[in-house]
């Protein structure tokens, strides 16, 4: 039954709540969708002098059932009603992958109407990083299976490229100048593609542009490196993400007060031995 306003103001806190109709409002529904990024080592066969490179990869799952069917998505789920959202989060990729007790942060809430031909679904998008070698991942029924693929964003250019063993997917990167405020900024968006289920490259593209963004002021990159690392892995990590080469001895500075020698060193053949390093904190 509707009130007037003046009836409204003399009801208490607990009658206004007794007599809400919360059907008066069209509902919405929640998702949490997790973009995880490793890194893994591609051996250079043709050359025993040259170093493993290095690849930035993200976690993509191929869906089983309608919307999107046989597409690929980054892992994720609706929200429980009665859950949190970071709960939310850690209980669909726990199910969805086997992957747990992991580095995650909320990354962006994407809630455009159209983003899901089912109904109105927004989602909130975390980023999580991993050492592949320490997360073994695992499928579940709802996906026909799981697969890393190599992430690219070279810098200057207008696309984001995605490549795994029998797949190369080329997504279409925006570029435009946004005046918010006084401060003038350039919004990246993903254009047309089929590739990716709903939006989701527009997640994945967020996620790396917040981890690039994220290299200046935080140590987040050690997240996807094994205990022990020698610098020149380190620096490989930070230049996949970047998307440019960095200056060695520049990079060596900057990551100093960050690492401890371990004081044990590489033996591969065709190499001079590089010392391994661990992360300290950022205390030294």
């Known amino acids: ?58 976690l993509l799952a191929k869906r089983s059932e309608h919307p ?42 994407f809630g455009n109407p159209g983003r899901d031909p089912r109904m109105r679904i927004i989602s909130c998008a975390y980023l999580s990083l991993i050492d592949r070698s320490r997360h073994p991942i695992k499928s579940n029924h709802q996906l026909s299976g799981l697969e ?33 405020g006084k401060i003038k900024t350039n919004v990246h968006s993903v254009g047309a593609h089929s590739a990716l289920a709903f939006d989701h490259a527009s997640l994945i593209l967020e996620g790396l542009l917040r981890l690039r963004g994220k290299l200046e002021y935080t140590d987040l990159a050690f997240n996807l490196l094994p205990e022990r690392f020698t610098v020149a892995q380190l620096q490989q990590v930070y230049e996949i993400i970047l998307g440019q080469e960095l200056l060695s001895p520049a990079f060596r500075r900057k990551i100093a007060d960050k690492i401890t020698e371990t004081g044990v060193y590489t033996s591969e053949k065709g190499h001079r031995p590089s010392q391994y390093y661990t992360y300290n904190g950022g205390m030294k």
């Open 148 to 180: 890393w693929f190599e992430v690219e964003l070279p810098k200057g250019k207008d696309f984001l490229l995605l490549k795994s063993s029998g797949e190369e997917i080329v997504i279409p990167i925006q570029t435009q100048a946004v005046q918010n």
């Open 68 to 109: 999107c069917m046989g597409k690929w998505s980054v892992p994720g789920g609706f929200v429980g009603i009665d859950e949190a959202l970071d709960a939310a989060a850690v209980r669909i990729l726990r199910n969805k992958t086997g992957l747990a007790e992991l580095y995650m942060e909320q990354l962006y809430t």
């Open 1 to 58: 039954m509707a009130h007037s306003s003046k009836q409204r103001d003399k009801m208490t806190e607990e009658e206004f709540i007794r007599q809400y109709d919360p059907g008066a409002y069209e509902r919405l529904s929640a998702s949490a969708d997790v973009v995880v990024f490793s890194v893994d080592s591609e051996a250079q066969s043709q050359n025993y002098r040259k170093l493993d490179k290095q690849k930035l990869t993200v």
